[in-house]
């Protein structure tokens, strides 16, 4: 560190190359900018990894404003329906990956305020271009009238370093008719982008939910349990070729 006496071109302060100068105790001083070392420990790089898939867990619900809704009104005390959806699923998403018990609609014992469907016999059909999803309501099927809307949440894994390490999107499909059989299908078309996105990864683990708004009152939704599903992005491009 050095003092700087009688500048004879007025003050500097500020960083010059490797150095900087600042105004301390009356005093223009001189130093060498130090280099910054951050030891930041496994676990705490973890730590912050998994926090942000929580939080992007979150937002792929508040993508959907019908999800959203669904949340809004559940029995988790929190500011709102992202915060409460953050806070569920947050214990839920483990090694920083999502798992089957993570959900996009609120489970049965905290959603008393609404009536849920429930969905049973429920499969799904991947293609490069699209996935297509087979399903039947069971209990209080008669709620779930046309027209609804069937969501899902994409989460997609494992790049082996050609993308991030992970992305996600969320897409939905309003539906206006169905089979009389009672086996019900969606079909969901991907994006140029999103098939580009997928191509990849490795793996893709996914949530689907059925959506209403009540006429009577369109804060109020009818929904069903969410449906986990998960597609071996490796197995299939390799049977694919």
Known sequence: MALLRRPKLG?????????????????DVVSIRPEHYFTVSENLINTRKEFKLKVQF??????????T?????CNIKSISGYHKALSYNSTRIKND????????????DIS?????????SFTHKFE????????????????????????????VFFSDGKANRFEWFTVPVVVNN???????????????????MIKLFRLMRGYFAAVKETPENKKNMVYSNSEYFEINLVEYFKQEH
Do not use: H
């Not at 979150?58 to 404003?65: E, L, N």
């Not at 809704?69 to 009104?73: A, K």
């Open 128 to 155: 490069k271009d699209s996935i297509l999803f087979e399903y039947s309501f069971s209990d209080n099927k008669e709620l779930m009238s046309l027209p609804y809307s069937c969501i899902a949440v994409f989460f």
């Open 11 to 27: 003050r500097v302060y500020g960083k010059t190359g490797d150095t900087v100068t600042q105004r301390r105790f009356g005093k």
């Open 97 to 108: 990956i999502t798992t089957p018990n993570n959900i996009i609609t609120p489970p049965y």
């Open 58 to 67: 979150a937002r792929s619900i508040r993508k959907s404003v019908l999800l």
């Open 178 to 196: 169905e089979n009389s059989d009672g086996i019900k299908t969606v079909k969901f078309e991907f994006t140029d982008e999103q098939k580009e």
């Open 112 to 120: 008393n305020k609404y009536e849920m469907v429930y969905i049973d």
């Open 69 to 73: 809704q669904c949340w809004e009104n």
